[in-house]
């Protein structure tokens, strides 16, 4: 993404990040932003517990709250060792490490932390959950549902469409149905498919 984002604009995407966010939010979005997330799908179980205990000890255990070694380990490790992470917090807290995050933080970073946990937990629920909150309410965010429907159409949306019948009980289609119209109404539906 960096790669073209330069390719496109001509400027780096870390440098205008950068002048446009700030403080832990900022630099949060900067290590994601630089892609150097480990991939690997092996799990360290020893290592799991080892930064289950720091982000304990960083959150509830502390006075204040350590920001940067939510952001360092929760930025930079792989997904299944992500998952080993939230499994091993709940033996060390009473608290998930989402409800941590949200009793611990506030504004930008908890909300992109929280989505870091949420994604690494179930990534379709946390889009369903997206679309759902697009058409919640008066109004319906078309630039969240574009970008959801179109960039996931490829990678995991059939899944997202199970997640998001299974949390609100009602197919995506039908929702859909009911909040857009018109030619982009037509090509979302579309891109959504219709099911049962």
């Given at each position: ?128 959950e ?27 949306l ?30 979302l539906?579309?891109?959504c498919?219709?099911?049962?």
């Amino acid at each position: 993404m960096a790669d073209v984002y330069l390719k496109e604009t001509g400027r780096s995407m870390r440098d205008d990040l950068k002048s446009e966010v700030s403080g832990d939010y900022g630099k949060a979005l900067l290590i994601l932003a630089e892609g150097k997330k480990d991939e690997s799908t092996n799990v360290d179980t020893a290592k799991a517990k080892a930064d289950a205990k720091v982000l304990y000890e960083a959150g509830e255990k502390k006075w204040g709250t350590d920001e940067a070694k939510f952001i360092d380990i929760l930025c930079q490790r792989s997904v299944p060792q992500l998952r080993q992470i939230l499994t091993e917090y709940k033996n060390v807290s009473k608290k998930t490490l989402q409800q941590s995050i949200e009793s611990e933080m506030s504004g930008n970073l908890e909300e992109l932390l929280v989505a870091v946990v949420k994604c690494a937990n179930n990534a379709p629920a946390y889009f369903a959950e997206r679309l759902f909150k697009a058409m919640k309410g008066a109004g319906t965010t078309e630039s969240t549902l574009t970008r959801i429907l179109v960039s996931r159409s490829e990678i995991d949306l059939m899944d997202i469409k199970e997640e998001y019948k299974k949390l609100f009980g009602y197919t995506l289609y039908s929702r859909l149905e009911s909040e857009v119209s018109g030619h982009y109404g037509e090509t979302l539906k579309k891109l959504c498919g219709q099911d049962g």
